[in-house]
C-alpha cells in the first residue's frame, strides 16, 4: 500500500444550493423526501425561483467522500468534471483547498457546472434536485490509467450512472483498476438510483466491485428482498466487502468470515446529507490504512456524526482531531 | 406613511465566500482584524487561492438589513448592480426570495459580480477583502425618482462612497429624497471607511442625513474624537436620529431632545458579520410602523443577536416570530 493516493474518486462535480424548507414545500413540487432528482435547466430554474434564500457549499458525492479523507489526513485524488464558470471556480478551489488532488481539466464550452438544490426539512432529512450540466461531459479522456494505477482503492458513485454516454467509461476504468492492483469501491448513492440501474449494479457488483457502500434501503432494493438480513448474507457472496449504513443503528460491514456491527455515534441532527459520503470517507481512510473492519467502521461513524450536526455535506471540524479523540474516549 | 416601501436601500450587491481562519492567517496576509479592505481581481485571485474551503451567501450590507425588514415582516426595495452571471442569479434570487424587491437589472457585460471574502477568527470577528466588481457600474439610471418618492426611508450604506463616479447620482438621490419627502438614512460602514471619507461624510451627515447608523469606533472616528461621549454631544447637532451600536453593550438612539439607551440581546457569537446590517434593518422597521426609539432599538439589538448566532448575514431565524416572542418576555 505504497501507492501515491489511498482513495482515488470519481464522481459527479457539483455546487450544492441548500436552502431550509417545510414538508409543505415538498409536496407542492412532488418532490419525494430523501431522494435526489434529476432535472433539466426549465425545471432547475422553476425550482429555484420558489426556493427560499439558499447558501451554496460544495458537494458531489464522492468528492465530498475524498475532502472527508483529505480532512482525515489521507491522501486523495477527485475526477470529476466542471465548467470554467463561476460555480466552477468554487469548486476547484473548495476541493483543492482541504487537499484533495483535482485531476479534471474544466470544460471551456457546454453546459454550466452542475448544481444541486437541497432541500433540508425540520427533521434534518434531505431532498435533491440534480441539475448534471457539466457532468455529462465526463469521459475516457478525464480517467487515465497512471491515475488508476496510483490509487489503493477507486471509488464510484452510483449517480455516475445516470450519464449513458460515460458508463462504458467507468466499466473500462474498474477493469484497468483490476489489472493495476487497485481495489474498486462503489456506492449505490441512493434506493431511487437503484431502482434505475439495478441489473446494472448487480452486474458490476458480481464482476468488478471489491468494496460495496450502501444504506439499509438500498442493499435491500438491489436484492430485492424485504429484509436486512436476506440483504446481507447475498451481498456477502457477490463482495469481498459490503459497509451497509442503518442510519442511527450504526454500521454493518461484512465479509465473507465476519460480520462487524459498529454503533452509531450520538449527535444532533441538523442536515444529512453527506452522512452516506461521509462515512465512506472514514471507513476507506482506515482499511487503506490497514485498520481492523471495527476500527475503520467506527471512524467511518465518527465523520458522519460530524457531518450530520450542521448544515453542508463538507466537514467544519478538524475531523482527524476528531476521530483521534473519540478512538481514545 | 402610506408609502409602498418602508425602506429603500441603496448598495453593493455582494455575494460573500466566508471561510473560518485562525488569527495567523490574517497575519500572513497582512489583513487588519475586523476591517474591509478592497481588492482587485489579481489580489482577490491571491487570497481565494490560499482561503480553506468556503461557503458561498448573498450579502452586502445594505442588502442585508433590506433582507432583515423583510424578514421582520416589512416592506422594503434593493438597488445594487449585479452582472449576468452565477453569482449575479444566485444574488437576485436570494434578495428575491427573502421579499425583497430587487430594482436593478443586471449589467450584460463589464466586471462579474461582487464577492467579498469574509475571513472569519475563532473569536466570531469578520476581516473582509471585496471585490466591487460589477458594482462599480452602479449609475444615476439605476435609482430612479418614483422608487425613492415610494419609500419611508433611503437608506445608503457607506461602503458606496468607495465608487468614485458614482457619489454624484448618491447625493442626487438624498436630494430627490428630500423633495418627496423620504428620510435619508446612512450607515457609516467601518471605521475604515469612515478614514477614508470623514469630510464628504461629515457634509453628508449634516446637509442631507436623517437617521445616521454607526457603531462606537465610526462615530468617534467620523468627529475625531476621543470618547463616545463627546461623539454623542456632536452628532445630535447634525442628525434628528443617530442610532449607534456599541458590541455588548448594546446600543444608544440619541435626539435632539433625548437620548434612548438599549441592552444587548444575549446570544453566543459564531460570527459578527452583518450585526450592525441587522441593528438597521430592526431599528428602521420599527420607525418606520412609527414605533418608539426604545422600541425601534430593541428590535434592532433582538435582529443583530440573531445574525451573529450563526455564519452568515441573512438572517435563518423567523425574525418577525422571533421579535414576537422576544417583546413579549
Known amino acids: 500500500m505504497a501507492k501515491k493516493y489511498q482513495v482515488l474518486g470519481v464522481g459527479n462535480a457539483i455546487v450544492d444550493v441548500i436552502a431550509r424548507v417545510d414538508d ?24 429555484y425561483n420558489s426556493m427560499p434564500p439558499t447558501e451554496e457549499h460544495s458537494g458531489g458525492s464522492a468528492a465530498n467522500t475524498m ?68 457532468c455529462v461531459n465526463l469521459s475516457t479522456d478525464d480517467i487515465s490509467v497512471r491515475d488508476i494505477a496510483e490509487a489503493d482503492v477507486v471509488y464510484f458513485e452510483g449517480y455516475l450512472w445516470d450519464m449513458p454516454q460515460a458508463k462504458k467509461a467507468f466499466v ?49 432494493a438491489l436484492y430485492k428482498v424485504e429484509t436486512f438480513d436476506e440483504a446481507l448474507s447475498l451481498v456477502r457472496k457477490d463482495v469481498a466487502i459490503a459497509a451497509i449504513t442503518r442510519s442511527e443503528k450504526g454500521c454493518v460491514i461484512a465479509t465473507e468470515d465476519h460480520v462487524v456491527t459498529v454503533a452509531a455515534e450520538p449527535t444532533q441532527v441538523v ?11 472514514g471507513f476507506l481512510f482506515g482499511h487503506t490504512r490497514g485498520y481492523s473492519l471495527k476500527k475503520s467502521g467506527k471512524i467511518g461513524c465518527i465523520a458522519a456524526a460530524e457531518i450530520i450536526s450542521h448544515v453542508g455535506a463538507r466537514p467544519i471540524e478538524d475531523l482527524a482531531a476528531l476521530v483521534k479523540k473519540k478512538l481514545n474516549d
Do not use: W
Open 24 to 47: 409543505s414545500f415538498l409536496e407542492e413540487h412532488g418532490s419525494e423526501k430523501g431522494s435526489m432528482m434529476l432535472v433539466d435547466s426549465a425545471q432547475s430554474a422553476n425550482i
Open 67 to 134: 475532502a472527508g479523507i483529505a480532512g482525515l489526513g489521507g491522501s486523495a485524488a477527485f475526477v470529476g468534471k466542471v465548467k470554467a464558470d463561476q460555480l466552477g471556480s468554487i469548486f476547484r478551489h473548495d476541493i483543492k483547498a482541504v487537499g484533495v488532488e483535482f485531476l479534471s481539466a474544466p470544460a471551456v464550452d457546454g453546459p454550466a457546472t452542475a448544481n444541486c438544490m437541497i432541500l433540508v426539512t425540520p427533521d434534518g432529512q434531505r431532498t435533491m434536485h440534480t441539475f448534471l450540466g457539466a
Open 172 to 220: 473500462e476504468a474498474m477493469e484497468i483498476a483490476y489489472e493495476e492492483g487497485s481495489q474498486v469501491a462503489l456506492t449505490l448513492s441512493d434506493s431511487f438510483c437503484v431502482g434505475r440501474f439495478r441489473e446494472e449494479f448487480l452486474d458490476l457488483t458480481k464482476k468488478h466491485v471489491d468494496i460495496l457502500f450502501a444504506n439499509e434501503d438500498e442493499i435491500k
Open 271 to 281: 442536515d444529512t446529507t453527506g452522512a452516506g459520503d461521509l462515512f465512506a470517507a
